[in-house]
């Protein structure tokens, strides 16, 4: 039997992720098909475009089996603990293959880099730290490592989520298959076409410009929108309220960036003006982004690093054929399988709770949304 993970935010799903879809799915030859997608914030750090319920059902339509959600502490977070927190998941809820996009399209060269890493860690570790020193932001100083070690280097954004799911499969000897292809588009492309990016897209959607014809249900970007310059004024609260020390306590906000957070925010009137005064060599605007989320949810570094440690798989949709496969599953999984949120207990299931209260603030039935987490049990597609 195989079964195939894909990993995936649908930040808005879109004729590409389609495509992912099927071509994984060829590739694989798999039996179901299992995706853990981003929860209500993204890897990006940005509030995903419409809630995770509408995203889940959209994939189930368009063949996946199974939607795993990938828990808040996880999905708005650095690649490295995003991959770990989705291969965790994955392979608790024993997926065989995973498949994924990429400029490069080869997973030869993910596998080679992958083990290389893996076995000179202590060196790769060591030149990360050097060049981290020397103020380059953590993907530049990876970059730099492995051009010392390999003469190589990686340098997008989704070959360098791709290579740490490859880098995540290699350390903890998973008995996963990696497969990767080649994207069909750039991911910094800012045309509307049929396949088009996904940033193009939010663009297009927050601009109010015609994006149907990149979208399989244009019909679902009508009413609750979320974008994260929308919590603009509430970030500036937050941070005007606040000392140096209360702020110094949440995830992410260190070396002295709750000082220059104090001495910007009187000087801002917008998102953009506030991330132009935070970003430097050393802080990439995901990671800034990342940081005025977690800090909006009041976020301590102590209460996420409890929540990491996930056992339980919370599903959000599947078809008759992803509950045929959950019974066969479910007395082998090492997880607790939750499909009834107010039936189990974990402290990331309580920030996942108090993301969706966040995420309520943009949305025009803030109940509603708050009452979907809590009461919600999973989208299940008849045959």
Same mark, same amino acid.
């Not at 010392?148 to 903890?172: A, C, F, R």
């Given at each position: 039997?195989?079964?195939?993970?894909?990993?995936?935010?649908?930040?808005?799903?879109?004729?590409?992720?389609?495509?992912?879809?099927?071509?994984?799915k060829t590739i694989t030859k798999c039996d179901y098909?299992?995706?853990?997608?981003?929860?209500?914030f993204v890897q990006r750090g940005e509030p995903a475009i419409i809630d995770k319920w509408t995203r889940s059902r959209l994939a189930i339509e368009f063949g996946v089996d199974i939607v795993?959600?990938?828990?808040?502490?996880?999905?708005?977070?650095?690649?490295?603990?995003?991959?770990?927190?989705?291969i965790d998941l994955l392979h608790a809820i024993g997926v065989t293959d995973i498949c994924f996009g990429s400029e490069d399209g080869?997973?030869?060269?993910?596998?080679?880099?992958?083990?290389?890493?893996?076995?000179?860690?202590e060196d790769y570790n060591m030149h990360i730290k050097h060049y981290m020193q020397e103020g380059l932001r953590y993907p530049d100083a990876c970059n730099q490592a492995l051009r010392? !070690?390999?003469?190589?280097? $990686?340098?997008?954004? *989704?070959? #360098?989520?791709? +290579?740490?799911?490859?880098?995540?499969?290699?350390?903890?000897?998973?008995?996963?298959?990696p497969h990767c292809f080649a994207r069909t588009n750039d991911y910094h492309d800012t045309k509307l076409q049929d396949i088009a990016s996904a940033s193009a897209i939010r663009k297009a959607i927050y601009e109010k410009k015609d994006f149907k014809s990149t979208l399989p249900h244009p019909?679902?970007?009508?009413?609750?929108?979320?974008?994260?310059?929308?919590?603009?004024?509430?970030?500036?609260?937050?941070?005007?309220?606040?000392?140096?020390?209360?702020?110094?306590?949440?995830?992410?906000?260190?070396?002295?960036?709750?000082? !220059?957070?104090?001495?910007? $925010?009187?000087?801002? *009137?917008? #998102?953009?003006? +506030?991330?132009?005064?935070l970003l430097s060599k050393r802080y990439t605007k995901p990671r800034i982004q990342r940081m005025l989320i977690h800090l909006l949810m009041k976020n301590t570094k102590q209460q996420i690093q409890a929540a990491m440690k996930i056992d339980y798989l919370r599903i959000l949709a599947m078809n008759e054929q992803g509950r045929q496969y959950l019974n066969i599953i479910k007395k082998?999984?090492?997880?607790?399988?939750v499909t009834n949120f107010s039936r189990y207990q974990h402290p990331a299931l309580e920030i996942e709770f108090k993301a969706t209260r966040l995420?309520?603030?943009l949305s025009q039935q803030p109940y509603d949304l708050i009452k979907k987490e809590y009461a919600s049990i999973p989208y299940i597609k008849a045959d």
């Open positions: 039997m195989r079964v195939l993970g894909i990993i995936v935010e649908y930040n808005p799903f879109h004729n590409g992720h389609i495509y992912h879809i099927q071509r994984s098909t299992i995706a853990v997608m981003s929860s209500s795993l959600e990938l828990p808040f502490v996880y999905a708005c977070q650095s690649a490295d603990y995003f991959a770990k927190g989705a080869r997973i030869e060269t993910f596998m080679d880099i992958a083990c290389t890493i893996e076995m000179h860690q010392q !070690i390999m003469g190589k280097e $990686i340098t997008t954004p *989704n070959d #360098l989520l791709g +290579l740490s799911y490859v880098k995540e499969i290699v350390s903890h000897h998973y008995a996963i298959t019909e679902y970007y009508q009413n609750d929108l979320f974008f994260l310059q929308d919590f603009y004024p509430y970030l500036k609260y937050q941070i005007m309220t606040s000392t140096p020390k209360e702020l110094r306590q949440y995830h992410l906000v260190e070396e002295g960036l709750e000082n !220059i957070l104090i001495s910007q $925010i009187h000087k801002t *009137n917008c #998102l953009e003006e +506030l991330l132009g005064c082998e999984c090492p997880y607790t399988i995420l309520s603030l």
